[in-house]
Nanobody, 123 residues
Framework: QVQLVESGGGLVQAGDSLTLSCSAS????????MGWFRQAPGKGRAFVGA????????LYGASVKGRFTISRDNAKNTVNLHMNSLRPEDTAVYYC????????????????WGRGTQVTVSS
């Protein structure tokens, strides 16, 4: 079991940067690949990015590639989502998620979820 808590959301302007953090508690954080998803109002949950267990590889959704970066610190049980050049269409609730072993891009592959943090980007 792992418990996840996101933080760092807020209201920003287009073009700004923001970093979200996900803090994990429980055992063996390093056995989990970590993902970020987001859900905009009236839409389904969308893949943002993911990072491998040891942080040596990442995947990103097409809409954020080149603007967002994921990092993790296994010693601190944290994973961060660094968001640059934010756009109004990035407005969503952002969720941190964990799955055992390999990277995944589909939400139903992930076993554990945080409650989300709201990011609002004004134009």
């Amino acid at each position: 079991q792992v418990q996840l808590v996101e933080s760092g959301g807020g209201l920003v302007q287009a073009g700004d940067s923001l970093t979200l953090s996900c803090s994990a508690s429980g055992r063996a954080f390093s056995t989990y690949s970590m993902g970020w998803f987001r859900q905009a109002p009236g839409k389904g949950r969308a893949f943002v990015g993911a990072i491998t267990r040891n942080g040596d590889d990442t995947l990103y959704g097409a809409s954020v590639k080149g603007r967002f970066t994921i990092s993790r610190d296994n010693a601190k049980n944290t994973v961060n989502l660094h968001m640059n050049s934010l756009r109004p269409e990035d407005t969503a609730v952002y969720y941190c998620a964990a799955k055992l072993w390999l990277l995944g891009t589909v939400d139903n592959e992930y076993n554990f979820w945080g409650r989300g943090t709201q990011v609002t980007v004004s134009s």
